[in-house]
């Protein structure tokens, strides 16, 4: 994401600015330090109290929110995780999406303090390369694999879906039933695009932010709570359409569930959380995750199998608006790391840096890894001692891990040149040293 950089004035335009007595009198009292200024005293010199020499100087703002930082990188733990082992209670310990929805509203709702369309053309800027170089792999690696133009029966629509993958404004278009290279299951494009929804749904957002965050500032509440009672409506009301399970829906239906987490964290970014009592935010907050699992409760299910609140858009809108609000609250701010999470500063780093990358290929590495597994069958020794090892889904992720770390040190490297920065292979943060021992 997009920061603010810190601009010094010259010392001499400084001059230029300060009548002569003044920049005299600064000069004596003052030693200012090297790149940086004052701002213009007025024109009557303050009183020597009213600047005492012992003030320390105000903090820089504008850094990264290590707290947010650290939030971002376990939403990309949490969804890895959750793609390879399906726990239905994941999304309840950690509602990933609506946590990410929101960190992304509160840099959206901070990068807008410049001009709204600047803002959006970087935020696409950020985004579309990546996701362009993924699917220019992914396509190739279809056609090969004997998707094309008649495999669905028009070909002028085949061609029209390809653009999604230059603008998704819908899902990028996918085959949901392929040899498999005779090494994968069939449905391993499906697999690995399906999660594509987030992007869409995040360029759906960075469209609509300038207008938002407007409402918002006019109408807070309303604004808050307007996509939620949107997704009500919708599923309530029209959840029997047959219309509904076009693209619009299915993106207007992303839109309204998490609408309000990107909003919310607009709320945060803007300081319009810290204005209202204290009180307020614990007390509403636990009340729609409580309403969220009496919705997930009311709904039929199937016995043997456990319900995911993920299946459900109602109750995962109210229990990750009522999460989200909770982390937002007591967001903590940090400039700095605290002392017991100073360790994980590298991973941390790492994943925020390589965000986009990690949550494309991801899924990539955990549909490898499949095959890779089962050419363990065919050694004798895995066979005949270690079953149970080549069965565990554990093993599966541990596949994985290493595999995602290699995808990303190949194709990671595009967000920089999206972000204009020097390409890096590996955006590690080195440790300066003597940090830890000035520290103590």
Not at 39 to 54: D, G, K
Not at 64 to 90: I, K, Q, S
Not at 108 to 122: D, K
Not at 383 to 401: D, K, M, R
């Amino acid at each position: 994401m997009t920061g603010y950089t810190n601009l010094g004035r010259h010392q001499d335009t400084v001059q230029l600015r300060v009548p002569e007595l003044l920049r005299q009198r600064w000069e004596q009292d003052w030693e200012p330090e090297p790149q940086s200024a004052p701002e213009p005293e007025p024109q009557s010199a303050p009183e020597p109290e009213q600047q005492p020499e012992s003030e320390a100087p105000a903090p820089r703002k504008g850094g990264r929110d290590r707290y947010l930082d650290l939030l971002r990188a376990l939403a990309l733990v949490r969804v890895m995780v959750y793609h390879n082992f399906g726990w239905f209670w994941l999304p309840l310990v950690f509602p990933s999406m609506g946590v990410m929805f929101a960190l992304a509203g509160s840099l959206m709702a901070r990068s807008l303090s410049r001009p709204a369309l600047g803002v959006i053309r970087g935020r696409l800027r950020r985004l579309l390369p990546p996701m362009w170089l993924f699917g220019a792999i992914m396509i190739t690696l279809q056609i090969i694999d004997g998707w094309g133009p008649d495999s669905e029966g028009h070909p002028a629509w085949w061609w029209g879906k390809l653009a999604f993958w230059i603008l998704p404004l819908s899902t990028p278009p996918f085959s949901e039933d392929l040899p498999g290279f005779g090494l994968t299951d069939s449905t391993w494009a499906s697999q690995i695009i399906v999660p594509l929804w987030y992007l869409r749904a995040y360029l759906w957002f960075v469209l609509f932010s300038p207008l938002m965050l407007r409402a918002l500032r006019r109408l807070p509440w309303v604004t808050l709570f307007s996509p939620l009672a949107v997704l009500i409506v919708m599923n309530q009301f029209f959840a029997d359409q047959d219309f509904i399970y076009g693209r619009i829906w299915e993106t207007a239906n992303d839109f309204a569930m998490f609408g309000s987490c990107w909003i919310l964290g607009m709320a945060h970014q803007e300081g319009i959380l810290k204005r209202i009592p204290q009180y307020v935010v614990p007390s509403i907050a636990p009340l729609l995750m409580v309403a969220g699992l009496w919705y997930l409760g009311t709904r039929p299910v199937d016995p043997t199998v456990q319900t995911d609140i993920e299946s459900w858009p109602i109750a995962q809108a109210l229990w990750s608006l009522g999460f989200v609000a909770i982390l937002l609250h007591v967001s903590p701010s940090w400039e700095q790391w605290p002392r017991a999470l100073e360790r994980w500063n590298g991973l941390v780093s790492l994943l925020n840096a390589r965000a986009v990358s990690v949550y494309l290929w991801h899924q990539t590495a955990l549909v490898i890894a499949v095959p890779l597994i089962d050419l363990l069958w065919g050694v004798h020794f895995f066979y005949a001692n270690l079953q149970w090892l080549l069965t565990s889904q554990w093993f599966a992720l541990l596949v994985a891990i290493p595999l995602v770390g290699l995808l990303v040190l190949t194709f990671g490297w595009i967000e920089d040149v999206a972000a204009k920065r020097s390409p890096r292979l590996l955006p590690y943060p080195r440790r300066q040293r003597g940090r830890r021992r000035s520290a103590d």
